[in-house]
């Protein structure tokens, strides 16, 4: 099945606000913090390294290109550059075939080809029966190396992107729309705040010079690793290699990513017409894959709030028992969804990682509630010894889990690369170990040293602006509206949950409309 090519997913991106409705006369901004060391860069490796993982028991070629090209390469206005480069390469049309000649040849071959961009890297790939390979790859390979970059594709991709900002995300998706402009709050100033799809600003600057500039700056050898799997054979491998080998051999030098300032208790509240109240909060952290408590956080923090599943705290107490929301998670690197599974996307990597929560929408009249339940049981996790019982059942999840990140040969290829790109050899495999002989101590030790409630920075999207706000920062207790009864002890938790205080301050609250998010 011939799948349609993805770039650019709002739910990698973050944006740069227009800041015009303060709350207060001004934002004041928090209390000067001890800035963590620089980050160690990601390894550098070899130009056109390749990770093969061939096996018999498929007919299928898999095939992953990883670019280390993101949205960081974006040149100061014109962001959105190296996301609309891609478009063009994989769905403008090759130098022998227009867009809908390149689609009309891919579907008769049952083939799958995607593209992806993110923040450090580019990700392009494709499967086919072993029997279509020798009519497939070279459209593959004509794509990467000789796109049409036709004006009127342009136009379009273009128009594509814009329609993704302005409409999908200001207007659509209240829960994306919180996860973009936590990014941009974390990362105010830095190569990650603007938005992997781009500012509207910055997609109408860019010019089709542009993206062939930029084609051969940062689609280079020194930033490729190919992966093929499956029926793929060591001469597959090397035919793509030599291929390859006509992209220019370097170009731009990779892109410095610092360490953001700490923003504790910044808080952004983004005006929508919407009937909910959604939320993302977060801080960014020097915890990547390598340092020696990840997976003890990996595994607490999948105790917290595990995406979509049941046994996490906080989808237990807000959803099951008390019927807010459809789930509110947490995690302890930055996370996509691949595709409409429930599982991680890999190659989406980054320099600096972020612990973040996610809050999903509840009705507005439960919003306050939803807040203070999150940050009680988050509090309550951090200080009452975890149950023996449910961590053993958020043990089994993670350890069966950690099998399905590996079940498809695409999937192999991108955890396989992952631990090339992070330095982290049999990283997958090292991670079931360790989580297979933590204890419940040294997971809440892991908790109680990296995971301080006083350092996350908040994000709320919701119609009321004014009203949630004085509802955060007044000190009145705010009790969940409830349309059905709720158990006793449900209830009793309550009056404590009400009452928990907030962090939040007036003075470090902005509200801003949707409508400006991404203007520049």
Known sequence: MLRPVIVALLTAACATPTRTVPVASRVEPAPAATRPPAPKPLPTVAPLTVVSLPTSETPIVTLRLVFRAGSVDDPPGKEGLTALTTRLLFEGGTASRTSAEFT???????????????????????????????????????????????????ERLRAVQLNALRTRLRNENDEELGKVMLDALLFDGHPYRHAVVGTEAGLLA???????????????QDRLVVGTAGAATSADAARVVEALKALPPSGAPHVAVPF?????????????DTASTAGSFGFAWPIRRDHPDFAALFLGLSFLGEHRQEHGVLFRELRDRRGLNYGTYAYAEHYRQDGWEALPRPNIRRTVEDLSLWLRPVEAKNGPFAV????????ETLRVPLSPERFETARGFLL?????????????????I?????????????????????????????LRTHVTPDRLSFVFVTRDAEGLVTALTDGAPTPAVYPTPKPADVLEADTRVERFPLPMERARIEVI????????
């Open 260 to 272: 953001p300032p700490a923003r504790p208790k910044q808080t952004l509240v983004v005006r929508r």
């Open 400 to 416: 069966g889990a950690l099998r399905q990140w590996t079940l498809t040969d695409q999937r192999r290829l991108g955890w396989a």
């Open 372 to 379: 203070r339940a999150l940050l009680y049981f988050l509090d």
């Open 104 to 154: 009309r040849a891919l579907y008769p071959m049952a083939a799958e080809l995607e593209s992806d961009t993110d923040k450090e890297f580019t990700t392009v790939a494709a499967r086919v029966h072993r029997e279509r390979f020798e009519a497939f790859l070279p459209l593959v390979l004509e794509a990467l190396l000789a796109p049409r970059l036709d004006p009127k594709e342009f």
């Open 513 to 520: 409309d949707a409508a400006t998010v991404m203007g520049r």
């Open 418 to 446: 992952d631990e090339l790109l992070t330095g982290t050899p049999g990283h997958v495999d090292s991670l079931r170990a360790a989580i297979a002989t933590l204890t419940p101590a040294d997971v809440q030790r892991a």
């Open 206 to 220: 860019i010019t089709l010079d542009d993206v062939r500039s930029h084609w051969k700056r940062v689609f280079t």
